[in-house]
């Protein structure tokens, strides 16, 4: 595979997809969704201390690859989600669809201390990439930093680093790019409002905030 791993990393197993939705919780939308979108998955390689030269870390345990084959695409994310919190562990996804390949994987954190279960946050991907284009190097001491050094790879410029005199935390990145995303919905439509306003005295009040926010929106990136 692509991701260049160590063959001590190795599971290669197939996955049966009805593992994820014969949970009772399951909606009939979620349980059509994987009959239909997904052909077909596998579990390629577990990155852990014990399968390589890693030091064991203190957020991460371990990190699995899914090789996951589609019907159609884009896939529904819901579906990864899904899949997350049935797995109370970190996960690289790779979607293939006509030979192309897409990196996917999530922000994902203990719910709480003493916990098994998982909040799984934002998701990044990759673009569609022939197999050998899509390279993800492993690059870290320890597993936590295996882990962050992955999901900053798949998310590119979304959680790139700024500059500064404190290093930013992936957590952190995670923020600030979320705030990213709302800032800038905020912005599309409040210009939509302007282009609608008639009145030119509300015009000036939707602009100066307008302005306001697109500031505050330069701050962050």
């Known amino acids: 595979m692509m991701l260049g791993l160590p063959k001590t990393t190795e599971f290669n197993k197939r996955i049966p997809k009805q593992k994820f939705y014969e949970n009772i919780n399951v909606t009939p939308a979620m349980r059509r969704i994987f009959i239909d ?3 077909v998955i596998y579990w390629r390689n577990k990155i852990a201390p014990s399968t390589m030269n890693l030091e064991a870390g203190q957020s991460v345990t371990e990190i699995e690859v899914f090789e996951v084959k589609l019907n159609s695409a884009p ?3 819901s579906v990864l989600r899904q899949m997350d919190k049935e797995i109370p562990y970190h996960i690289v996804f790779l979607l293939e669809f006509e030979g192309k390949y897409q990196a996917w994987t999530a922000y994902k954190e203990k719910a709480g201390s003493g916990s098994n279960a998982f909040k799984v946050d934002t ?3 990759t673009d569609w990439l022939p197999e050998s284009e899509l390279a993800l190097k492993l690059d870290g001491l320890n597993i936590d930093t295996v882990y962050e050094s992955y999901v900053r790879q798949i998310a590119g410029d979304a959680l790139r680093t700024i500059s500064g005199e404190e290093p930013e935390s992936l957590k952190e ?3 600030r790019d979320k705030q990213i995303q709302l800032l800038q919905k905020q912005i599309d439509a409040l210009q939509m409002k302007i282009r609608r306003e008639k009145q030119l005295n509300r015009q000036m009040e939707l602009n100066a905030e307008l302005k306001r926010l697109k ?5 962050l990136q």
């Open 123 to 125: 998701y990044y991907h």
């Open 173 to 175: 990145s995670v923020e």
């Open 215 to 219: 500031r505050e929106l330069q701050q």
């Open 37 to 39: 979108q997904i052909k």
């Open 75 to 77: 896939l529904d994310v």
